[in-house]
C-alpha cells in the first residue's frame, strides 16, 4: 500500500474484476458480488464472498488462488473479520501448509475458541504434537473439540497414558465428550490395560448417547474381551444394532484367546463377509488348543474360498505342526505344510525356520537340510534348529562342521546353539 493514501475497503466491481481474473473456477463468487452491487440499499457481503472463496480453495488445494484471496483481505482491510481470519487459516492448515497459518494466527489480536481450535487440529494433523501441546495448554476456553482434537492427537502418535489424563481433565471441567473422543479414549484404555473401567465407560457411552456407533461399540467390546468380561462382552455384542466385520473378528477373537474355541466357532459361522482375520483367528484358535485336525480342515476351507494366509498364519501353522509331533505324523500333513510354505512370502525367514524346526523335531533331517541349502538368507535360529538336528539324530561330526561354517559367517551361537 502507498504511503499517506488511506486504506478503504474495495468496491464490489473491484472484488468481481479480482475473481474474474485470478480465479476462473470461481466466478460463482463473481456473480454473487455483482448481483449484490446491483441491489439498491444492501450492504455487501464481503464475508460471506470470501469465506465462500476459501472454502472453495481449500477444497480444491488451490494455494495460489487462495494465497491471492489472502492479499486481497490484507488491501482491503478485512483481515480484523473473526469468519474471515478463520476462513483463511482454515484455508492454510487444509493445504497444509500450517507455517502460513501459525504466522496469521500469531500475528492477529482478535481470535476466538474457534481459531484455536483451527490451529490446534493443524498441529494434530501435520504431527507437531509438541506445538499442539503448547496450544492446549495456553487454551483458556476449551469445548469438545479442543479435547477430543488433543486426545486423537495424543492416541495417533501413542501417547496413551496422557490421552487419558486429558480426558479425565475433560470430565473434571464438564466437558461433554462426543463419538470421537469415546473412540480414541477407549482405545487408549485397551493400550493400557483398561482394568476396571470398561463399566464406567459403557455407562458413559449410554449415558451420551452413542452406543449405535459402530466404532464406539466395537471398541468397547474389544476392552470387555481384553479384559476377559466375555458375558458382558456377549450380552453387548448381541445388542449392537449395526456390526461390521471388526465388530465379529473382535468377538471371535475374545472367545478363541480365552480357550473357548467352539463358541468362537459359532461366532465365525455367522460371519457373512469372512475376511483373513477371521480365518486366521478361529484357525489360530484351533492351533492354541492344539487341534491340528480342525485347524487344517479350517485351513483348507479358507484356501477354497480364495483367500491366502498371510506370513504370521504360515508360521504359526507349521511350528504348531512341528510341535505336535504325534498328529503331525499320524495326520500326514508335511505336504500341507510345505504347500502353505510354498505359497507364503520366501522372504520371510520365520516361514523357513519354522518348517524346518518341524522337520527337525520330527526327525526328517535330510528334508530340513535340503530347505537349509535352498534359503536365501539364515539368521541364529536357522543355523541352531539344523546344529540341533544334527546333534540329536546322533550325527555330532555334522552338527560340529556346522557349527564352525556358523562362525566363520560372524553368526553369534544363542543357548539353543550350545546346547
Known amino acids: 500500500m502507498i504511503i499517506g493514501i488511506r486504506q478503504h475497503k474495495p468496491s464490489f466491481h473491484l472484488l468481481a ?9 470461481l466466478k ?12 439498491e440499499k444492501r450492504k455487501p457481503n464481503y464475508e460471506f464472498s470470501l ?11 488451490s494455494v495460489t488462488r487462495g494465497q491471492q484471496l489472502h492479499s486481497l483481505v490484507l488491501k482491503s482491510g478485512l483481515e480484523s473479520n473473526i469468519f474471515i481470519l478463520n476462513s483463511m487459516i482454515t484455508f492454510y492448515v487444509k493445504c497444509g501448509l500450517v507455517s502460513h497459518a501459525k504466522t496469521i494466527f500469531d500475528s ?11 490451529m490446534l487440529c493443524g498441529y494434530v494433523k501435520f504431527g507437531f504434537l509438541n506445538e499442539a501441546y503448547e496450544m492446549f495448554d495456553k487454551m483458556t476456553e476449551r469445548n469438545c473439540v479442543t479435547y477430543t482434537t488433543m486426545i486423537m492427537g495424543l492416541v495417533q502418535k501413542g501417547f496413551w497414558s496422557e490421552a487419558i489424563w486429558v480426558f479425565r481433565d475433560m470430565r473434571y471441567f464438564g466437558v461433554g465428550p462426543n463419538e470421537v473422543t469415546l473412540v480414541n479414549v477407549i482405545s487408549a484404555y485397551l493400550h493400557c490395560g483398561g482394568i476396571k473401567v470398561d463399566k464406567m465407560l459403557h455407562g458413559l457411552v449410554l449415558k451420551v448417547g452413542v452406543k449405535d456407533f459402530v466404532h464406539v461399540s466395537t471398541n468397547l467390546l474389544h476392552l470387555y474381551c481384553l479384559n476377559g468380561c466375555l458375558k458382558d462382552a456377549s450380552m453387548l455384542f448381541n445388542e449392537m444394532r449395526e456390526k461390521n466385520v471388526v465388530s465379529w ?19 465365525f459361522e455367522h460371519i457373512v463377509d469372512k475376511d483373513v482375520v477371521s480365518w486366521g483367528t478361529i484357525i489360530d484358535g484351533y492351533l492354541q488348543a492344539a487341534r491340528l485336525n480342525d485347524a487344517v480342515k479350517m485351513y483348507r476351507e479358507m484356501m477354497c474360498t480364495g483367500l491366502h494366509p498371510n506370513d504370521v498364519m504360515i508360521v504359526d501353522f507349521l511350528s504348531t505342526c512341528g510341535q505336535v509331533m504325534s498328529n503331525f505324523e499320524a495326520c500326514g ?15 520371510h525367514v520365520a516361514c523357513w525356520n519354522a518348517l524346518i524346526a518341524g522337520l527337525v523335531r520330527n526327525r526328517k533331517i535330510d528334508e530340513a537340510r535340503r530347505l537349509f541349502d535352498q534359503m536365501p538368507a539364515r539368521d541364529v535360529f536357522t543355523w541352531s534348529s539344523m546344529i540341533s ?12 562342521e556346522l557349527f ?16
Open 28 to 39: 460463482w463468487v463473481s456473480s454473487s458480488l455483482d448481483k449484490e452491487k446491483n441491489t
Open 51 to 61: 469465506v465462500s472463496a476459501f472454502k472453495s480453495c481449500s477444497a480444491n488445494s
Open 108 to 118: 492477529c489480536t482478535r481470535l476466538d475458541a474457534v481459531s484455536c481450535n483451527i
Open 404 to 419: 564352525h561354517v556358523m562362525l566363520a559367517g560372524d553368526v553369534k551361537p544363542n543357548e539353543i546353539t550350545m546346547h
Open 249 to 267: 473378528n473382535v468377538m471371535l477373537n475374545g472367545y478363541t484367546k480365552a480357550g473357548l474355541v467352539d463358541f468362537g466357532k459359532e461366532v
Open 333 to 347: 500333513e508335511v505336504d500341507l505344510a510345505h504347500l502353505q510354505f510354498e505359497i507364503g512370502n520366501k522372504d
Open 17 to 25: 474484476s479480482f475473481f474474474l481474473l485470478s480465479c476462473p473456477s
Open 389 to 400: 538336528g544334527y546333534s540329536q539324530s546322533e550325527q555330532p561330526d555334522l552338527a560340529l
